[in-house]
Nanobody
């Protein structure tokens, strides 16, 4: 099994930044894709960004320019740098990975609240 541990969520004011981290551990074979999704209050879960093992990234259109995804393959860790946060970015952010052997795994989620 693969376990995901997310960190970095919290309460920030509009315009501030946060950096989320997600560390994968356990019986990892190959983390082909690592990424972040989010679920705003009362809404469905949506893609934020993904990054492949070779470094190719994909962003939801609304996140481009403000959010940056990166990963440290040696540490099985994926990061999400979020800048210029807005109240509408308030959501539970979920780490998601696809491992060649274990398939798709979700983290427990970390809450990001953007409010003045």
């Amino acid at each position: 099994q693969v376990q995901l541990e997310e960190s970095g969520g919290g309460l920030v004011q509009p315009g501030e930044s946060l950096r989320l981290s997600c560390v994968a551990s356990g019986s990892i074979f190959r983390l082909q894709v690592m990424g972040w999704y989010r679920q705003p209050p009362g809404k469905e879960r949506e893609l934020v960004a993904t990054v492949t093992s070779s470094g190719s990234t994909n962003y939801a259109d609304s996140m481009k320019g403000r959010f940056t995804i990166s990963r440290d393959n040696a540490k099985n860790t994926v990061f999400l740098q979020m800048n210029s946060l807005k109240p509408e970015d308030t959501a539970v952010y979920y780490c998601h990975v696809y491992d060649t052997w274990n398939g798709a795994i979700w983290g427990q989620g970390t809450l990001v609240t953007v409010s003045s």
